[in-house]
């Protein structure tokens, strides 16, 4: 999402678009254009800008469900292939998971029942041909608000009916044995999506097979580790051997450190072991390709997330999920280790099934 801006924030979430969602607007303008003209162009446009409305509609379905079991949502982020709704978490009863997920496509098949009682029809051959007219408009945007509510009901684990089929499981059995069924689940129909994205020439529906593969992957995983996580503290999982600099060092000292020692992160302390910031490599590689190499690590140096040594891993992993590491501090504030996706990885390849002691 690093390619994203915010426009605005609506029921107290931030919303967002990625920067390729224009590239979106751009190819179905010109495409337009070079079929019928400029007529054509702009209602393809002003199409896809009431489609997407839509979807944020969706997503804030989704955000405002969360809300009522406490759950918030940060952002909400508008990609070429649909909306994103950042909550902070999933709801792990299995009742609210559910409420959350179909909150999404109910809204859509609100906005189509509304589009219909204004005259709209629902042909979904409407949706191969852009009508000239304001009842065509609505029709086509009928017809998908109703093909979108479906297709999200797919049980393709993350799309809605995957975590809805996520949370049906969850009630015969545990959480991560439900989270990765439905994950493998919803992988199976991403060879499917893709083949029918192949086989059609559809690259929307291409896109969608690969994001669904690996955030399938991905939130099963996340969900494995939370689960062992779950009595951990950040003491079991930090970094307490490690070389610090100091502000004033400049980035060759950085740079010399990297290679001596297998750190990626560098903290950077304050002459009372007070944490200054972080100095990750991407950040010393890029002062050093800029040729800052005498500059201080002070000006490359990034602020992280700073957790007492009984916090909750997995709040750990919560910061982690926004910061790429997080000092673990003690009473004083002074820097006791720290906390990588790395280790964390590590740790629960350690605690994971087939690791007793």
Same mark, same amino acid.
């Given at each position: @999402?690093?390619?994203?801006?915010?426009?605005?924030?609506?029921?107290?979430?931030?919303?967002?678009?990625?920067?390729?969602?224009?590239?979106?607007?751009?190819?179905?303008?010109?495409?337009?254009?070079? +079929?019928?003209? @400029?007529?054509? +162009?702009?209602?393809?446009?002003?199409?896809?800008?009431?489609?997407?409305?839509?979807?944020?509609?969706?997503?804030?379905?989704?955000?405002?469900?969360?809300?009522?079991?406490?759950?918030?949502?940060?952002?909400?982020?508008?990609?070429?292939?649909?909306?994103?709704? /950042?909550?902070?978490?999933?709801?792990?009863?299995?009742?609210?998971?559910?409420?959350?997920?179909?909150?999404?496509?109910?809204?859509?098949?609100?906005?189509?029942?509304?589009?219909?009682?204004?005259? $709209?029809?629902?042909?979904?051959?409407? !949706?191969?041909?852009?009508?000239?007219?304001?009842? +065509?408009? !609505?029709?086509?945007?009928?017809?998908?608000?109703?093909?979108?509510?479906?297709?999200?009901?797919?049980?393709?684990?993350?799309?809605?009916?995957? /975590?809805?089929? /996520?949370?049906?499981?969850?009630?015969?059995?545990?959480?991560?044995?439900?989270?990765?069924?439905?994950?493998?689940?919803?992988?199976?129909?991403?060879?499917?999506?893709?083949?029918?994205?192949?086989?059609?020439?559809?690259?929307?529906?291409?896109?969608?097979?690969?994001?669904?593969?690996? $955030?399938?992957?991905?939130?099963?995983?996340?969900?494995?580790? /939370?689960?062992?996580?779950?009595?951990?503290?950040?003491?079991?999982?930090?970094?307490?051997?490690?070389? +610090?600099?100091?502000?004033?060092?400049?980035?060759?000292?950085?740079?010399?450190?990297?290679?001596?020692?297998?750190?990626?992160?560098?903290?950077?302390?304050?002459?009372?072991?007070?944490?200054?910031?972080?100095?990750?490599?991407? $950040?010393?590689?890029?002062?050093?390709?800029?040729?800052?190499?005498?500059?201080?690590?002070?000006?490359?140096?990034?602020?992280?997330?700073?957790?007492?040594?009984?916090?909750?891993?997995?709040?750990? !992993?919560?910061?982690?999920?926004?910061?790429?590491?997080?000092?673990?501090?003690?009473?004083?504030?002074?820097?006791?280790?720290?906390?990588?996706?790395?280790?964390?990885?590590?740790? @629960?390849?350690?605690?994971?099934?087939?690791?007793?002691?």
């Amino acid at each position: @999402m690093h390619w994203s801006f915010p426009i605005g924030r609506l029921f107290g979430s931030e919303l967002r678009i990625h920067a390729t969602f224009f590239l979106l607007l751009l190819w179905i303008g010109v495409a337009a254009w070079s +079929a019928g003209g @400029m007529a054509a +162009a702009v209602q393809n446009v002003l199409f896809i800008l009431a489609l997407f409305a839509c979807v944020v509609a969706h997503e804030f379905g989704h955000a405002l469900t969360a809300r009522r079991f406490g759950i918030r949502t940060p952002d909400i982020t508008l990609l070429p292939i649909g909306g994103l709704a /950042r909550l902070e978490r999933m709801p792990e009863k299995p009742q609210q998971e559910i409420a959350v997920a179909i909150a999404g496509p109910l809204v859509n098949v609100a906005i189509w029942l509304v589009l219909v009682l204004l005259g $709209a029809t629902s042909d979904m051959g409407a !949706l191969a041909r852009l009508g000239a007219g304001t009842g +065509a408009f !609505l029709s086509q945007l009928a017809s998908i608000n109703l093909a979108l509510a479906l297709f999200n009901m797919i049980p393709a684990f993350p799309m809605d009916g995957g /975590r809805v089929l /996520r949370a049906l499981l969850a009630l015969r059995t545990d959480r991560v044995s439900a989270t990765r069924a439905a994950a493998v689940t919803g992988q199976i129909l991403a060879f499917g999506l893709a083949f029918w994205g192949l086989s059609s020439g559809n690259f929307i529906l291409i896109l969608i097979a690969i994001f669904v593969f690996f $955030a399938g992957q991905a939130e099963s995983q996340d969900v494995s580790s /939370r689960a062992v996580a779950h009595d951990l503290l950040a003491r079991d999982a930090m970094i307490t051997s490690f070389e +610090a600099l100091r502000p004033e060092d400049p980035l060759s000292t950085a740079g010399q450190t990297l290679i001596r020692t297998t750190q990626h992160e560098f903290p950077v302390l304050a002459p009372d072991g007070r944490l200054a910031g972080f100095l990750t490599r991407d $950040a010393l590689f890029r002062g050093i390709a800029e040729q800052h190499g005498t500059q201080p690590v002070s000006g490359f140096m990034t602020e992280v997330p700073q957790l007492p040594l009984a916090a909750p891993l997995q709040s750990v !992993l919560d910061a982690l999920a926004e910061a790429p590491v997080v000092a673990v501090i003690d009473a004083q504030d002074r820097v006791l280790g720290y906390v990588t996706r790395e280790n964390v990885g590590e740790l @629960m390849v350690l605690r994971g099934p087939g690791m007793t002691g």
